[in-house]
């Protein structure tokens, strides 16, 4: 990103802003109470009130089995109790001290001066990252042995049976027999349960991999909120199973129910002998820092690179020689025998489809919901075609001059892949005979497969991993604003389901413009779409999409998602689409109120006018949910002229907002809005998120693949032949787009989050899982 585009936004130093927030609160810290000499008030025993219960909005919740959309307010508070069982689990685990290795005393021995203890706690929140990443690293892999003995008997569905059961709308449909039954007897640990959230609320890439791996069983099954919430202390939010889930789990699985309590490395099968190895899960604690440093900052370079360091599986270098054959096994390799492992089962006789062919460009596998999706034919038949006549083979046999295979990296097996879409003959027999030009779901649709392989090893569409990371910046935000302990919390729920139904509704008038959401939508949005069958249904119906929810959006496109959004909302309904108050809702609001409205003094403007009656506090204000933005690796011409523009429009918004504040008597809005945050056990000081500003929440290199970025035009992004000016023309959102739908914006390199035509799968956020980069990577 170029050094220059936050000059505006950012006129003093980050430690300036940071130490008057930091005296900001303790000005506001509320006068202790009277010391113990002080005679206490009198108080009338006999009719004094009992304190409040601070629980009784959601410590006895009663849900129905298997309620959809008319129960959702209730499961709405149900979710928020989860999610804050989900954020004291990241501080426990990111705060324990020496946990995989990492110890606290990196920072807290070193000798730097002079000492800091505002900086000290940054470089410790660092280390509690790491320790969080490599505890999701176990959880996908627990959730991974857990998915395979909850539906154990599964069978792979084969192409025929798309074929032939697809165009008659049964591909989604419940069979005989019936969903899973979930109590606190059998309901896995919080991590597994966690890492199966997180999945969920990417409906296409679930859809997909349920499909295509016969667990349809398990999509037909609703998240067992009445479980969980019994399994949560509504005190502690401290995750209590009942007696004889950690033996259900222990018997189902082969490991203990506690992550913390397994022990030893993990198991990796070699790509190229199949043998068994084993890999330790980090070992960047090995670089650990010493000695005396002038600076913080020079301590905090050294703990980045110990951080970023290792040759773990869960660390970016995974390094591990193969006992039986030889072969250095890195996570490129596991990557493309991922891939070439899918190959197989293609051409096999089970023919089970390739990732990312199985939907249509509106995320619709053939026809569900009594609609159908017209390009699922042509998207399943051409990419497996592709594949299955002749290349397939090539790709598993294919060695280069030095005999070093081609297939041991994803971009060996685009090289090859590229080379077959260029040869014509062939292209013309994978058509059936037909013109050997592709067509624009073709081409959407090869990208879409190869997103499901690039950066990403894991048996899933997508990286479970950066899914949950991504998620616990939303999560923060529910325990920030703390709906849970508001007395008004049920009309509160009811109010955001109105709201998200407008949301829906608006997605529904306009596909080809793209929605984002508020976090009082957001809530409402991600807790329908943790009853699959229930949101694909309602979705279709309202937008004749299924609306994906894909986590990954360009902040450029997040941006001028938010401006349209909040200007149709406005439009149709009269209201403010955010009641926040912050710099940046404040000038999206300028930037389409009509001087007309406050000419006339419409509803909408007295409306807007209410919500300066009190100051609002930016870590509790209803702000732009902004979870899924991610910021492209390299430095893209092209993006980056993009958000100049965008980052010049809202200044000029912004200073049309305070000379309005100004005109009003109100205090002008602060562009540079800190808040603190304990998400990992420690208090620091970060700004307040705005597209273009502050932090993603999370350090990038500490990953094996960075959870908030996306690769703008890099390898596998695009295959040469899948580009053309038509795909990225029209963005590759679906037909219309759709919310936060990748596809509005262009070029490939876009992936699913950026948009162009890595879009693929259709109208949703993010474009539907779809282009490399989207659902399956960065």
Known sequence: MPSNRLSKLFSRSEKEKAAEAEAERSRSTPSPPPGYQEAPPEYDGENALPPPDLTAGFSNLKLGGNAGKQDIDVQCIAHLKVLECFYRLRQEVGSTDGLFGIENKVVTAASVAPDNQTAQAGLLVKLAEKRWAV???????????????I??????????????????????????????????????????????????????????????????????????????????????????????????????????????????????????????????????????????????????????????????????????SCSACGTDITHKRLQAAKFCNDLKHLLSPDNVPMGGTLLGLDGIPWKAAGLRDITTMEITETTNNLLYKGLGETILTHRNVNEKARNESMGGIRDLIEQGLQDKPYIRKVRNGLTPRLQ??????????????????????????????????????????????????????????????????????????????????????????????????????????????????????????????????????????????????????????????RLFNTQANKVNSLLHSAEQDPRKSVHISAHNAVRPTGNDATYNLNVEQRVLELDKAYQKA????????????????????????????????????????????????TPGCMAMGAAGNCCTGTCAAAVAAGGCGGRGGGCAAGGAGGGCGGGGAGGGCGGGGGGGCGGGGGGCGGGGGC
């Open 135 to 149: 505890y999701l690293a176990r959880a996908v892999d627990r959730f991974d042995a857990w998915l395979v003995s």
């Open 658 to 705: 305070c000379e309005r504040a100004r005109k009003k008597g109100r205090k002008e809005p602060k562009r540079d809005d800190y808040y603190y945050s304990e998400a990992y056990g420690y208090t620091v000081f970060i700004p307040a998120y705005s597209p273009y500003i502050g932090t993603m929440g999370y350090a990038p290199l500490y990953y094996p693949v």
């Open 440 to 597: 624009r779901a073709e081409k959407i649709a090869i990208r879409r497969m190869m997103s499901r392989y690039w950066d990403n090893s894991s048996p899933f569409a997508l990286d479970l991993v950066g899914a949950v990371v991504r998620q616990g910046s939303f999560i923060e935000k529910m325990h920030n604003i703390d709906w849970l302990h508001s007395p008004a919390l049920p009309s509160t729920m009811k109010r955001l389901v109105t709201k998200y139904e407008r949301f829906v509704a608006i997605m529904g008038r306009q596909l080809r413009s793209m929605a984002v959401p508020t976090l009082d939508v957001d809530l409402a949005w991600h807790t329908h779409q943790l009853h699959p069958y229930d949101y694909m249904t309602y979705t279709i119906r309202q937008t004749r999409q299924f609306i994906d929810h894909d986590d990954k959006v360009a902040e450029t496109t997040l941006n001028t998602g938010f401006e349209w959004t909040s200007a149709q909302y406005q439009k149709l309904y009269k209201e403010p689409y955010s009641e926040c108050t912050c710099w940046y809702c404040e000038a999206v609001r300028e930037s389409h109120t009509s001087p007309a409205s």
């Open 151 to 320: 539906v154990p008997n599964a069978e792979p569905v084969r192409l025929s049976t798309l074929v032939t059961e697809g165009p008659h709308g049964m591909l989604c449909e419940p069979k005989d027999e019936k969903s899973l039954h979930f109590d606190r007897e059998n309901l896995p640990p919080a991590d597994v349960l966690m890492v199966w959230h997180a999945y969920m609320l990417n409906p296409r890439a679930y859809l997909e991999d349920c499909l295509r791996w016969g667990r349809m069983r398990l999509w037909h099954t609703p998240f067992p909120w009445q479980a969980a919430v019994d399994c949560i202390n509504s005190e502690t939010f401290a995750w209590e199973a009942g007696e004889n889930a950690e033996a259900v789990y222990n018997h189902m699985t082969g490991l203990p129910y506690d992550n913390l309590a397994m022990t030893g490395p993990i198991n990796i099968e070699c790509p190229s002998c199949d043998g068994d190895n084993v890999a330790p899960w980090t070992t960047c604690a090995d670089k650990a820092p010493t000695g005396s440093f002038n600076s913080y900052e020079d301590l905090g370079t050294a703990v980045d690179e110990m951080l970023s360091s290792g040759k773990g599986h869960c660390d970016r270098d995974l390094l591990v």
